[in-house]
């Protein structure tokens, strides 16, 4: 088991409709799109290898026994983990101060000081070096799209970062903690992911600490930006403390955090009787679901009308953040040159383009030098970090949110 197979033409999942996180048939298609882009965050060196960027459908799929919410179009081999995939967020004042107190707060939760932890799906080691950096004696990390050469050398001693997947087989000592960050929901056999992390830990007292983005946040706030292809999975606070519990861990603490974007559990080896989702627990997020499909048709055209008049009246619009919002956000509204450029703080996508639209990305001095009329951020929590960059370049736009 890995986090992608080889090929981008490996049959589907076995199991159809059947729930990857609890193997119920039956799950209910939910919400459709079809033409996006099978990576989001993948460098693109030029338009037009970014305009002929793959894309494939999905199929979102509600579990009527567990509440969980998949890709149920998803296939193996179409999203990519590699050199080349840049997904830090680490340049972000904000981000790194929510990445500081949460090392802190791990590291007196799970008695780090002095210990060993392993992180899967590390990406560039950030958050391994806090860990460290908060008093835990060294870090093991697993991630194929790892570039080394970004820690700092005395972090880089106490810091080992594997470029590769983990799975099932992988060789390590969990030590007192492993976690992982905003990796579960590239996993399609979430079932089988969890299982491995059990099988890793055996006998001994490890702590876990998982993170992924909130689906109930997505679904009540009709966020559609926040689904792409990489994340084929999608979690509830139930369905996640219910995928733990059947996998063999006694769940402790269930959280949300980062303006209620991210979902949060830590656990630790136990035997817990997993609890069915009530039938009208079920009926209630099986609404929520339909009413975030509506819901997105009716923010699309709002989007798509005011983008469409302010090209009317020649007012300059900046996008801010390339990351995967962006992309879903383009692709999903259906957006061109209504836009002009798309401004990000990570030096690494400067001069690159966004898979599928083509829109090209560009530093903060550059979009302040177009003087845009209108930026809209694709995270509201950087408004304030956004407006402070921008009058700092003696540029003063209206600035929106999603």
Not at 68 to 96: H, I, K
Not at 98 to 110: C, D, K, V
Not at 353 to 364: A, D, M, Y
Request: contains cysteine; proline residues 6%.
């Amino acid at each position: 088991m890995t986090l992608a197979a080889d090929s981008p033409d490996a049959p589907a999942p076995a199991g159809g409709r059947h729930c990857p996180a609890c193997g119920a048939p039956g799950a209910e298609p939910v919400y459709r799109l079809s033409g996006i882009p099978t990576n989001s965050c993948m460098l693109v060196d030029t338009r037009d290898a970014a305009l002929a960027f793959p894309t494939a459908a999905l199929e979102l799929c509600l579990c009527g026994a567990c509440g969980f919410l998949f890709n149920a179009a998803w296939r193996p081999g179409r999203t990519v983990y590699a050199a080349g995939y840049e997904e830090t967020q680490g340049y972000s004042p904000t981000f790194t101060a929510f990445h500081r107190a949460l090392a802190a707060e791990l590291t007196e939760r799970f008695a780090l000081r002095g210990a060993r932890v392993l992180e899967i799906g590390c990406g560039k080691g950030e958050f391994l070096a806090l860990l460290v950096g908060a008093g835990a004696a060294e870090g093991l990390g697993y991630d194929p799209g790892y570039v080394p050469g970004r820690l700092d050398a005395d972090t880089a001693r106490r810091v080992r970062v594997i470029p590769e997947y983990f799975d099932e087989n992988t060789p390590a000592d969990p030590g007192a903690l492993v976690c992982c960050k905003m990796t579960l929901e590239h996993v399609y056999d979430v079932a089988g992911f969890v299982r491995a992390v059990r099988r890793l830990i055996g006998d001994r007292d490890t702590g876990v600490f998982f993170m992924v983005p909130d689906a109930g946040r997505i679904l009540d706030d009709v966020a559609f930006w926040d689904v792409y292809y990489e994340h084929v999975s999608y979690f509830t606070a139930d369905s996640l403390a219910g995928l733990f519990r059947r996998e063999g861990f006694a769940v402790e603490d269930v959280w949300t955090g980062y303006g209620g974007q991210y979902l949060m559990i830590a656990a630790r080896p136990g035997r817990t009787a997993p609890e069915p989702m009530a039938p009208g627990g079920v009926a209630a997020l099986r609404h929520r679901a339909l009413s975030f499909s509506r819901g997105v048709d009716a923010l699309r055209r709002d989007w798509r009308e005011r983008l469409a008049a302010s090209q009317r009246q020649r007012r300059r619009v900046a996008l801010w953040g390339s990351g995967s919002k962006a992309v879903s956000f383009v692709t999903t509204v259906g957006i061109g040159d209504e836009v002009a450029c798309v401004a990000d703080i990570n030096p690494h996508r400067h001069g690159c383009f966004l898979p599928g639209s083509g829109h090209r990305i560009v530093s903060p001095a550059e979009v302040a030098a177009l003087a845009p009329d209108l930026v809209v951020v694709m995270n509201p929590l950087y408004r304030a970090e956004v407006a402070r960059d921008l009058e700092t370049l003696g540029c003063r736009p209206e600035i929106v949110t999603l």
